[in-house]
């Protein structure tokens, strides 16, 4: 089954504040997540990855957490842009040769 | 470089018809993976090729799909008697090698398909 999961299926949040996704994982092997962001007829894009031995690790406008204890990540999106709407997926990669991917969170931007 | 390139990018096929996805991956991968989303749903893995081998398929249905990566030409990802059930976005992802950054991972644009 999926190990990791999402816990909102919407989000909508105001042009220029900032987006927080969350994303919860059950198995403890997972060590290595990555957040994808897929616009409407394409397929994923990468955005953002982070190891089991990192807490904290910061993109362009984005910044992921983890937090081990609660088996819990989340991304953060910096002044959030129309350009920004689009379903994210959190995925972990246990083995290093698949990605499980969660069922994902709509972001709407409200102008 | 072309990306990874999947077609058709959209495909109608009828009950009991075979379709068959091609996925060319990007140049120097040689790694290629197969993925199914249902509409409002995650991307499900199907399986897992290198070049004339099939690494993983543990997300395959067990009857009336199969996957290859030729030597030379695209994967393809073929359904035999599709169903109703079938119709999904199907995605192909390419990386050039068995590393552990997925950053590699490449996906395609998708081929979506409907049953009749």
């Known amino acids: 089954g999926e190990s990791v999961g999402l816990h909102l299926p919407t989000l909508s949040v105001q042009e220029g504040d900032n987006s927080i996704i969350n994303c919860a994982y059950s198995n403890s092997a997972s060590d290595y997540f990555i957040w994808y962001k897929q616009e409407s007829g394409k397929g994923p894009q990468f955005i953002i990855d982070?190891?089991?031995?990192?807490d904290k690790r910061q993109g362009q406008r984005v910044t992921v957490l983890l937090n081990k204890t609660v088996k819990h990540l989340s991304l953060q999106i910096a002044a959030t842009q129309p350009g920004d709407s689009a379903v994210y997926f959190c995925a972990d990669n246990i083995r290093g040769d698949k990605i499980i991917f969660g069922k994902g969170t709509r972001l709407h931007i409200l102008p | 470089n072309a990306g990874v390139m999947q077609n058709p990018r959209h495909l109608v096929r009828r009950r009991g018809q075979e379709a068959r996805l091609r996925c060319s991956p990007m140049k120097g991968h040689s790694h290629v993976y197969w993925y199914r989303q249902l509409p409002e749903e995650g991307l499900k893995f199907m399986v897992y090729?290198?070049?004339?081998?099939?690494?993983?398929e543990s997300g395959m249905p067990k009857e009336r799909f199969s996957a290859e990566f030729p030597k030379e030409g695209p994967s393809i990802l073929r359904i035999q008697q599709v169903v109703r059930g079938d119709s999904a976005a199907y995605f192909c992802a390419s990386s050039q090698d068995r590393g552990y950054r997925v950053d590699g991972y490449t996906f395609g644009s998708g081929t979506r398909l409907t049953v009749v």
């Open positions: 982070i190891r089991s031995n990192m």
């Open positions: 090729l290198q070049k004339e081998n099939i690494i993983d």
